[in-house]
């Protein structure tokens, strides 16, 4: 009965404000209490100055939130770390004062960085649902240095950390603790056109030296998202529709070396362009660019790819990772741990020219020129997300003014709709690439290609589990030269192998029009307890492709995975949490050939003094499987089984050095093939301003049956598909060095030099491909020469000064730098002659200038 009658005394009192909101948490004894979940934002007749002070009439006013809780490592626990909040708004402007008290303010931490650079000191974080959709929000975060995050949040959980805003931040750091004095316009949020808003809001503030996570409202780490677990902001009335013009012009002055016959010249190009956004309404944001460089974004890794399939690299320039959630369409989700691919890979759009190898020389540009490019994104009032993307690239030539790749139109199409305040939802998405060919590209490249699908999901069971699925189709077209190759698997391009002579899949030389489809179902649960699991069915037709402006590395496939998890998060025993996963997958072709089969295990523990540790195993084609991509359009190729063990230690990261140290070692084809690796690491913090790492991954592999060549017409019985044992050594290192003088300027240099070494022996050809025994599978080939190998060699860095003079307007300085070889022939890694002879070539170095200016109409 008194649990009742205090019960009822919290809602009365609660109820004084316009939001009552609250939350059930149970104590360390089990006992239960009432948490208030929501609070009302006070209007300021006069804006509080940025200062980071307490003292401004506004924050006397507004009301009090003071209800945080630990969620890590304890979740519900009270904390010594008391914080309060206060909200407030204008016409222009919301405002956050957060005041973190401290027992021991000389020990806060407080360090220096980049902006978007998260470090391991103290940080306050913001996280607002505008739309109040319970699934996107924008992430305000910033340390006690004044350092500054921000991101774009979709799907609950899915962090884009692309996403600049303008926005002011005051912090300061006192005899009680820290303050965190935000002002942020109105006009860098979305949301609907309505006279009264109700945000999602949640606080987070993390203690470094601690690792204690605090929250408002609580966070629960056993439910799914974290956006949906937002409190509510009330009492946001009459705010005026905000000025959304907002365009950022720039100038570049690019000094950059070029081949020229047997000379190297260094031309001088000045050139500009200008990023515009411009709010068509409170909610639809209409994104432009015009001649855009990325001339300061970092250069992708250097990797030696020499398997079937092509390289999936990740966005790196800003205009096309900002937004990416609206254009997020799963199709291939084959692997959990390195998250999907879909009908959009926005790295086509500028892509390195097709044609560069055919027709174009030393001096031939590295990537195609985007003229221009346009997003309209956004979501309606009634949950209706969209997104549209245009972009045209221009003609690339070469010598004799051949085409490396013609101008080019991609379109793309987007739209979502959010039912049940967020649990279901369903939508559609299109694309289309129509290329400008001539007869340089006409025999070699598609016309048009076309792509859609369908998606849906729906959260039950409390949130915690979500059912989803996919279909999706594309439609290719071009010249019967252009769709002929199209269907081969050619060296190291198998997206498709339709002249694979032992299955029901027909090569045609006479097509122009390749058609596919695409379908995919998930059963997964992401909270609730301590247990997840996921499970995935997808299925690919022969002919489905997307790589026009998508990402698929191969068609005529089914999938069948299971990952189980045991999530730990509660401190016991020996560690802070723990976290095993155990994952299953079984593949075959669209006709039914195994093509796969596998278990997997990978645990990581953060023990008591926060050092991690990392383990796993893989087993696979420990059952009949076959390879129908090995032999690059030849037959199917019976596996043996493989297996792979490695482990892990990394360092507490709240200490000034970090170190992280990482190997394994895995054998395969009867023992034939065999390797190890290990990857040591260290991160170095000298102050508040200075840190640096550097990192090596080293490989040493035998691989006894790696391709190395057919020879004879394809598709006919004489065709010899050739296999060699390969002994390879491959060597990078990776270091950085970055300087933070404020939180506005900053230097950061990243340098990678990479070497990989391969000798070939015992050539071999195809003889009974799916014979049970290894050997029998190969028999001698003798084409009187040896097969030799290979030393490739790249050196690539990248040295870049930042300074934001003004809010959204910054000035780059930039020295990049690359060297790369390739030289066929056997070859067996040597530190002093490979490093020697790296650093011996020519650079190509680009020194460039950019310099923006952020204004608002």
Not at 181 to 199: C, D, G, W
Request: include cysteine; charge should be neutral; glycine fraction near 8%.
């Amino acid at each position: 009965m008194r649990s009742s009658l205090v019960a009822l005394s919290l809602a009365l009192t609660i109820s004084t404000a316009a939001f009552a909101q609250t939350l059930a948490v149970a104590d360390t004894v089990g006992r239960e209490r009432l948490i208030p979940t929501g609070a009302t934002a006070t209007r300021a007749e006069q804006a509080p100055v940025l200062d980071g002070r307490t003292d401004d009439p506004i924050w006397r006013q507004a009301q009090v939130i003071s209800d945080f809780l630990e969620y890590e490592p304890n979740e519900g626990a009270e904390t010594r770390f008391k914080t309060e909040a206060r909200i407030a708004y204008d016409d222009k402007y919301f405002y956050v004062l957060v005041r973190m008290f401290d027992p021991a303010p000389d020990s806060i931490v407080s360090l220096l960085a980049r902006r978007d650079v998260r470090v391991p000191s103290e940080q306050l974080k913001l996280i607002i649902d505008s739309y109040h959709d319970k699934r996107t929000a924008y992430q305000f975060a910033v340390n006690p240095a004044g350092v500054k995050r921000d991101f774009y949040v979709y799907n609950d959980v899915v962090e884009d950390p692309s996403w600049d805003a303008v926005w002011d931040v005051a912090t300061v750091i006192d005899s009680v603790g820290w303050v965190a004095e935000f002002r942020i316009p109105f006009s860098q949020l979305r949301f609907a056109n309505k006279p009264e808003h109700t945000f999602g809001m949640m606080i987070v503030r993390d203690v470094a030296r601690t690792s204690a996570r605090i929250s408002w409202p609580l966070l629960r780490r056993t439910q799914q998202g974290y956006v949906s677990q937002a409190g509510e902001i009330g009492g946001i009335r009459a705010i005026p529709s905000p000025r959304r013009l907002e365009v950022n012009p720039y100038v570049v002055a690019k000094n950059a070396t070029e081949a020229r016959d047997d000379r190297f010249a260094h031309p001088q190009t000045v050139t500009g362009g200008a990023d515009i956004k411009y709010g068509l309404s409170s909610n639809l944001t209409l994104d432009a660019t015009v001649n855009p460089d990325f001339g300061q974004v970092e250069s992708d890794p250097a990797v030696l790819n020499l398997t079937a399939f092509e390289t999936f690299f990740e966005e790196r320039r800003p205009f096309f990772l900002e937004g990416t959630g609206i254009f997020d369409f799963r199709v291939n989700c084959g692997d959990i741990d390195n998250g999907c691919t879909g009908l959009l890979y926005s790295r086509r759009i500028g892509r390195n020219p097709q044609l560069s190898d055919l027709y174009g020389d030393a001096s031939s540009q590295t990537a195609s020129t985007i003229l221009g490019a346009a997003k309209l994104t956004g979501r309606l009032g009634n949950g209706l997300s969209i997104g549209v993307l245009d972009a045209v690239t221009q003609r690339e030539n070469g010598p004799l003014d051949r085409t490396l790749e013609p101008q080019t139109n991609y379109f793309v199409g987007r739209a979502q709709q959010d039912l049940n305040n967020g649990r279901t939802g369903f939508g559609a998405m299109v694309t289309s690439v129509s290329r400008d060919l001539d007869d340089d590209s006409r025999g070699f490249l598609r016309r048009n290609a076309y792509t859609g699908g369908v998606d849906l999901r729906h959260r039950f069971w409390d949130g915690n589990y979500e059912v989803a699925a996919m279909a999706s189709a594309s439609r290719v077209s071009g010249s019967e030269e252009a769709v002929g190759l199209l269907q081969r698997c050619t060296g190291f391009s198998c997206t498709h192998s339709f002249q694979r002579p032992d299955d029901d899949v027909e090569y045609d030389p006479t097509r122009t029009t390749l058609t596919g489809h695409g379908e995919r179902v998930t059963l997964s649960k992401f909270g609730g307890g301590i247990t997840r699991f996921q499970t995935v069915y997808q299925r690919y037709s022969p002919g489905f492709d997307l790589n026009d402006v998508g990402f698929l590395s191969r068609d005529d496939e089914q999938l069948f995975r299971n990952w189980f998890s045991f999530n730990l998060t509660k401190p016991a025993m020996f560690y802070r949490r723990a976290f095993i996963n155990l994952n299953h997958w079984s593949n075959w072709t669209a006709g039914g050939l195994p093509t796969n089969v596998g278990v997997n295990n990978n645990s990581h523990i953060e023990f008591k003094n926060q050092m991690w540790g990392h383990f796993g195993f893989n087993v696979s084609n420990f059952a009949a499987t076959y390879s129908d991509r090995e032999a690059r359009g030849g037959p199917a190729i019976r596996r043996s089984a493989d297996s792979d063990v490695w482990g892990g230690v990394e360092g507490d990261r709240r200490k000034k050095v970090i170190p992280r140290m990482f190997g394994g070692y895995f054998s395969g084809d009867d023992g034939h093939s065999h390797g190890w690796w290990v990857d040591p690491n260290i991160d170095f913090r000298a102050s508040s301003r200075f840190s640096a790492s550097l990192g090596v991954n080293y490989r040493k592999s035998v691989n006894d049956n790696q391709w190395r060549g057919n020879f004879g017409d394809t598709g006919a019985d004489s065709t010899h598909y050739t296999f060699a044992r390969l002994h390879q050594t491959t060597i990078g290192v990776s270091s950085r060095i970055n300087f933070t003088a404020t939180p506005n300027l900053s230097l950061q240099v990243y340098a990678q030099p990479f070497i990989s070494t391969g000798d070939y022996s015992n050539w071999r050809e195809l003889d009974d491909p799916r014979a049970e025994a290894y050997d029998g599978r190969y028999k001698a080939f003798s084409p009187g020469s040896d097969p030799g190998g290979f030393n490739f060699k790249q050196f690539q860095s990248n040295t870049v000064v930042r300074w934001e003079y003004r809010p959204g307007s910054t000035l780059f300085f930039v020295w990049s730098q690359g060297r790369d070889q390739f030289q066929p022939g056997a070859s067996r890694f040597s530190a002093n002659r490979d490093y020697g002879n790296l650093f011996e070539l020519h650079p190509n170095n680009t020194f460039l200038i950019k310099a923006s200016y952020w204004f608002s109409l």
